[in-house]
């Protein structure tokens, strides 16, 4: 279970996230949606510390984060990170790729990296770029890579950071068929996006963010069809109305 | 011009001619592995470190070698610490090289875009494993010409050597233009030795700089 | 084992009078390489004339790919021989133009070589003629590209004065040379030129930054 409690987050001047809460529990789907500068990718970003939050505090699996170097590596090593740059490491081999994190921290060899990465590349599709390098693959091959490396280390959960934002819209639908195949074994993910029809046909939860604090949550069908908020009604008019 | 005097004093040249590679390579090979830490260092996240290590980078590369040549050379044994002339050259071009590499490196390191260091940290992956498997690879990628390059520089450097007293190739050179009295014909062998080197090595650089910007 | 850092400050005008021709010996290197080398990176962009191209690229690379101190030896040794008899500050800024403006060809060349060709394109068509669209329209926009470059170089010509003293140019490395042979104070003595080199290198670099802000970047950047 994570939860995040009251957490406050500035950049300088700039506030960017106030006071925000959210509880997610072992097996829910969370898509995190909202106009840019919400706060919602700084949110995700703190949940794995990649940003310190200012204020209130945020648990993983009962322990609060408190800073200690160790503690969080091992967060992060039960947590898998998704990002809208893909971030793959161009000097690595596709296998290398995945292999790298499991090979260094959990000291797997060979042996049992081989099955392990075949099975990721299976689950993602592309069980023929093994051997491949980032730069001969598509976008979206590529995003598809980072989330067998994420899921190399079996994480408990994972984090999507606008997974499509960066892919050219033919090559979006790949890449949510495996994001929603992971929700659909029971994986625990947030997700923030803004795929709208992916949120609604995916989620459990939909989390809307503006200005820095969440102000809506609900079960998808609800809050897609009968906002209750002035302006998610108004965010989800501007954004669908194109869609 | 008359070089008939060369057969005779070919054997000369080449021995001198290989000193200088000794000189270029040894300073090369610890200049590096001094430049390469501080690199590293400047990018160090305690100011401490950084802000000694800028010290010396902003000191050796804001002055003359030969003035740092001088310093050492006369202000060592005026110290009371005495090194012979061989290890007082191999140390100031250590010092001189290591200043440019550690530039060199650290503007490699900080070229790496951050998403890279922020893919490892998320796959929990700590600061010495991010280091060795994923930014250190991709920095010798990125720094490769710019280092060759200054390694070319070091070679054409080393000449300054003679000037406190080193047997490298300019220094044995003076003795051969002594016996020969043809200063302009000596010379340019000298720089027809030094140029064999160095003009096709800087032809392979832009000839790779070429290649990866064609990727 | 006694140190007297005070003793270069007892000394401060010989230095400073050495400093001074550092100082005036670099200007005069740089503005002649910089416009020398301009003028060989146009040969060897055009390719033109067919007469000079072969003779500028081999001047060029033999001065690039040689040692400065061999090119001042071969200078100042090797002329006399043919009876060109140079005193040591001509012997020496012939080598230390001859050296930097080659290095300067390379710069500017690949600059000129970046520029898009649209902009050649746009400048003839307004019915520039040549000279005017490389002194209004490239010149500028290339100076810009290659700024840091250019002033990489310019401290690499300061430094090189500093090698004039072999020549016995009175310089501010031959002055300290002098001071030492003197005194033997030497280690005080090149410690503080060093940190004076030091300053003469941030100095011109700051003026630099300065002119670059007042007439590259307002123009190019932040709308």
């Known amino acids: 279970m994570i939860e995040v409690k009251d957490i406050c987050k500035s950049f300088g001047n700039l506030q960017v996230l106030k006071k925000v809460s959210l509880t997610v529990n072992n097996g829910d789907v969370v898509a995190v949606i909202g106009p840019s500068g919400s706060g919602k990718s700084t949110m995700l970003r703190c949940i794995n510390r990649l940003e310190v939050i200012d204020g209130g505090s945020i648990s993983v699996d009962g322990a609060e984060i408190n800073g200690n170097d160790k503690q969080i590596r091992k967060i992060r090593q039960n947590m898998g990170m998704v990002f809208q740059s893909f971030n793959l490491f161009p000097h690595l081999t596709v296998y290398d790729n995945i292999a790298l994190a499991p090979r260094l921290i959990h000291r797997k060899k060979k042996e049992e990296l081989d099955p392990l990465v075949d099975e990721l590349l299976q689950k993602v599709g592309l069980r023929d770029k093994k051997d491949s390098f980032p730069a001969q693959l598509s976008g979206g091959q590529q995003q598809r890579i980072a989330i067998a490396r994420a899921l190399a280390m079996k994480p408990n959960y994972m984090l999507f950071d606008e997974p499509t934002s960066a892919l050219d819209p033919e090559l979006i639908g790949e890449v949510l068929v495996v994001i929603r195949q992971l929700a659909l074994e029971g994986m625990t993910m947030i997700i923030v996006t803004h795929e709208m029809n992916f949120a609604r046909d995916t989620a459990d939860r939909v989390v809307m963010m503006d200005g820095g604090q969440i102000i809506e949550e609900g079960a998808p069908d609800r809050l897609f069809q009968d906002p209750e908020n002035e302006r998610t009604r108004a965010f989800l008019h501007s954004v669908i109305g194109r869609q | 011009m008359d070089f008939s005097w060369l057969p005779a004093y070919g054997g000369m040249f080449f021995e001198a001619f290989f000193l200088t590679l000794k000189l270029a390579l040894m300073a090369i090979a610890t200049g590096t592995v001094l430049g390469v830490a501080a690199g590293i260092l400047l990018t160090s996240r305690f100011r401490l470190i950084r802000g000694i290590v800028r010290v010396y980078v902003e000191l050796f590369r804001g002055s003359p070698l030969l003035v740092q040549l001088f310093m050492v050379y006369f202000g060592l044994p005026h110290v009371g610490v005495n090194i012979s002339l061989n290890m007082t050259t191999v140390l100031v071009f250590t010092l001189y090289g290591g200043a440019y590499i550690a530039e060199i490196t650290r503007s490699g390191i900080e070229a790496i875009p951050k998403g890279q260091w922020e893919a490892a940290e998320s796959l929990g992956l700590n600061y010495f494993q991010t280091m060795g498997h994923v930014i250190f690879r991709q920095t010798l990628k990125i720094a490769f010409p710019s280092l060759v390059g200054f390694y070319i520089g070091m070679i054409k450097d080393s000449s300054l050597a003679s000037v406190i007293g080193y047997s490298e190739l300019v220094k044995k050179s003076q003795t051969i233009m002594n016996m020969t009295a043809r200063p302009f014909e000596t010379y340019i062998v000298v720089g027809l030795c030094y140029f064999i080197i160095c003009f096709p090595l800087s032809k392979l650089v832009s000839y790779i700089e070429k290649r990866s910007e064609a990727k | ?223």
Not at chain 3, 1 to 20: K, V
Not at chain 3, 70 to 75: G, H, P, R, T
Not at chain 3, 169 to 179: F, R
């Open chain 3, 1 to 223: 084992m006694f140190l007297d850092w005070l003793f270069p400050i007892y000394h401060l005008p010989e230095l400073l009078r050495g400093a001074a021709v550092t100082l005036e010996t670099s200007a005069a290197a740089f503005l002649f390489s910089f416009f020398l080398g301009m003028l060989f990176a146009i040969v060897r962009f055009h390719k033109k004339p067919l007469v000079l191209y072969p003779i500028v690229t081999a001047f060029v690379e033999v001065f690039r790919n040689t040692p400065l101190l061999v090119q001042l030896f071969f200078i100042y040794f090797g002329f006399p021989q043919f009876g060109i008899m140079l005193s040591p500050m001509q012997a020496g800024m012939l080598g230390l133009v001859a050296n930097s403006a080659s290095y300067y060809s390379e710069i500017l060349r690949g600059g000129i070589q970046s520029i898009p060709k649209g902009q050649w394109e746009a400048a003839d068509c307004l019915g520039l003629s040549r000279p005017q669209v490389f002194t209004r329209i490239i010149c500028p926009q290339v100076i810009r590209d290659t700024f840091p470059s250019i002033t990489n170089q310019m401290v690499l010509v300061i430094f090189g004065t500093s090698v004039l003293s072999i020549l016995d140019v009175k310089e501010l490395t031959q002055v300290a040379s002098i001071l030492n042979s003197q005194s033997f104070r030497s280690m005080e003595i090149f410690t503080f030129v060093m940190l004076l080199y030091y300053g003469v290198t941030t100095l011109a670099l700051a003026v630099c930054r300065f002119c670059y802000r007042r007439w590259f970047a307002a123009k190019t950047e932040r709308r």
